[in-house]
């Protein structure tokens, strides 16, 4: 407490005269320090989960094309696209309790990245850490590893910190034999770790137990996982339709 009465009357002389002095006694002081102190290390914090995405891929956690993307604005037309909403909606509010996977397997232009997108803005707005990947450009960032001479390692270690990981396009393009055991082991470490993954998909259940491995996907039916189809057509084409024909 000494030091702490020192600078307090330190201050005090070099405060001009009719300053109010924001502390008057060194008791005030030091908890204005540690209340400061304590503020600095949440923002801090927040910081660090915010940047943990960019830093693994020199890029916000969600991609531009889908960096607006909402619960609010995704339009429902039919009880299969309300219930995937409403899945969607509830993952994001119970975020946190436990570890749930989802997974949402449906052709392309169905809406899954839009839902993926809507759960991740809904946590990086809680100052969570997302990345939302496809499995090409993870594989680029791994080739890029190997390049620099660096192990997967150090990339494998950043990808279990995320908060939410979400692999996107898996099984899009035929993958090698490294790219499953990459995937497999990517998935493997976050669930052994309690930390959720997602996977967007255009195969089914047993497409992707081929592609990520059966006990894998088993595993992320663990703790609730949720597994949602997206059976209905492509967003553009149902919009396209409706549009009233001109010449
Ligand atoms: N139900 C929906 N309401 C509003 N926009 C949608 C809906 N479904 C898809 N979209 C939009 O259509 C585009 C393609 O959807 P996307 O989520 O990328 O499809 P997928 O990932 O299934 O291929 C995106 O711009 C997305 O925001
Ligand atoms: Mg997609």
Redesign the pocket.
């Known amino acids: 407490m000494k030091n702490t009465s020192d600078l307090l009357r330190r201050l005090q002389r070099l405060m001009p005269a009719g300053v109010q002095p924001r502390f008057t006694t060194a008791e005030e002081l030091l908890a204005w320090q540690q209340e400061e102190g304590r503020k600095r290390s949440v923002e801090v914090e927040k910081l660090n989960n915010k940047v943990r995405a960019e830093k693994i891929f020199g890029r916000s956690g969600i991609q531009n094309?889908?960096r607006n993307?909402t619960f609010k604005?995704?339009?429902?037309?039919g009880d299969g696209?309300r219930h995937a909403l409403s899945l969607a909606k509830s993952y994001a509010m119970n975020f946190g309790n436990g570890f749930t996977s989802f997974v949402?397997s449906?052709?392309?232009?169905?809406?899954?990245?839009?839902?993926?997108?809507a759960i991740g803005n809904y946590l990086l707005a809680q100052n969570r850490s997302v990345l939302i990947v496809t499995v090409a450009d993870l594989m680029l960032r791994v080739r890029a590893c190997y390049d620099g001479g660096q192990s997967e390692s150090a990339l494998l270690d950043e990808l279990d910190r995320v908060d939410l990981l979400v692999l996107?396009e898996v099984g899009i393009q035929k993958g090698s034999q490294h790219e499953k055991v990459l995937l497999n082991q990517i998935v493997d470490r976050r669930l052994a770790a309690m930390k959720p993954v997602g996977v967007?998909t255009n195969l089914n259940y047993d497409e992707l137990a081929a592609t990520l491995g059966e006990r894998v996907v088993d595993r992320l039916k663990m703790d609730k996982g949720i597994w949602v189809n997206?059976t209905w057509g492509?967003?553009?084409s149902q919009v396209r339709n409706s549009q009233p024909y001109r010449q």
């Open positions: 094309l889908h993307c604005n995704y339009e429902v037309k696209q949402f449906g052709s392309p232009g169905t809406g899954k990245n839009h839902l993926a997108a996107d967007l997206f492509s967003f553009r």
